[in-house]
């Protein structure tokens, strides 16, 4: 298949939904082969359909990115298949409960920090040697708006992202001299099923407000970030490692 991403493979994770079924898509419609890894395996399946409905191939692997051995079963499973791992998104996340920072619930910390954190961290453990042994790659990991500012009930989530975007700026520095390219891409609020399930619906109070904190007074879409992804995986963008880059309405501007 032609496109800017013919005859490269790429993974992203959390690819059954939003975000990641947007950046799956659209790497697809560039050419790229492209593996689904999500611990959901219908939303999985149905990425996998639609992506061999734009004429490109994929699979799908069930992997919980806060385990070890199913990052790396993930990771073999794309090298046996392609032979290959050229750019990745560490893209699952989950948002935990809302709850002020003296009354968050410890497990649910501990859930929010192994899956947004320690999940991207897994990732690019075992992303990183495949990429080394066929010459480099992209790596973009999916931090947030609040991995740059505070949000008041979302001490967890904050930590994570804040995380997330340290990490890739460890990494970028470590492996700028062998053909590793290392950012991050903070979005603002996107209507995904993450914000449906914490009720900001279109139509709902919730929503207008929530739109409304963005100085373009709308909230993002899920292919206006799958749109920086592929840039900063491109060759477009070969002198940018470390960054984190801002796509949120001017949210952060204010
Ligand atoms: P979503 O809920 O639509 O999709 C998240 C996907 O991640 C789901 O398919 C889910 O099954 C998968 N997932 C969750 N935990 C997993 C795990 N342990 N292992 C493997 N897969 C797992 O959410 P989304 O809005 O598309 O979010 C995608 C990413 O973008 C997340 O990291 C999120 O924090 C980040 N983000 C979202 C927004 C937003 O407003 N929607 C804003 C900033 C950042």
Partial sequence: MAGEFAGKVAVVTGASSGIGRATALAFAREGA?????????????ETVAMIRDVGSTAFHVTCDVSQDADVARM?????RTYGRLDCACNNAGIEGVQATTAEYPCEEWDRVLAVNLTGVWLCMKHEIPVMLAHGGGAIVNMASILGVVGFATAAAYTAAKHGVVGLTKVAAVEYATQGIRVNAV??????TPLL??????????MYAMIANLHPIKRLGTPEEIAEAVLWLCSEKASFVTGDAMLVDGGYVAQ
Wanted: hydrophobic content about 40%; aromatic content about 2%.
């Fill in 186 to 191: 903070c979005p603002g609020f996107i209507a």
């Fill in 196 to 205: 449906d399930r914490a009720g900001i619906t279109p139509g709902t109070d």
């Fill in 75 to 79: 990771v073999d499973a794309t090298v």
């Fill in 33 to 45: 082969s492209v593996v689904v890894a999500d611990r959901d395996e219908a939303g999985g399946q």
